[in-house]
């Protein structure tokens, strides 16, 4: 599977977990709403940086994002 649609399943995942729309994880992640929905698509390559910001909030590592 693309590293990118891994990502992206993953995030969702975890947030779904949590019971956040992307809206109020994209505020809890300081990212744009349409950010997360791109990458939860698979839709965008996000740096580690954003990587990092997506996985505090949910309380994961960056490694369990991409696994």
């Known amino acids: 599977m693309d590293i ?3 990502l ?3 995030v969702r995942r975890y947030r779904k ?3 956040w729309s ?3 994880f994209a505020h809890e992640a300081d990212i744009h709403r349409t950010y ?3 990458i939860e698509r698979g839709a ?3 740096t580690i940086t954003i990587i990092e910001k997506l996985a505090r909030p949910l309380g ?3 490694s369990q994002l991409l696994e």
Do not use: F
């Open 36 to 38: 997360i929905s791109d």
């Open 8 to 10: 992206g399943e993953n």
């Open 4 to 6: 990118c649609k891994r």
């Open 17 to 19: 977990e949590k019971g």
């Open 44 to 46: 965008r390559n996000p």
């Open 22 to 24: 992307q809206e109020a």
């Open 60 to 62: 994961v590592t960056a």
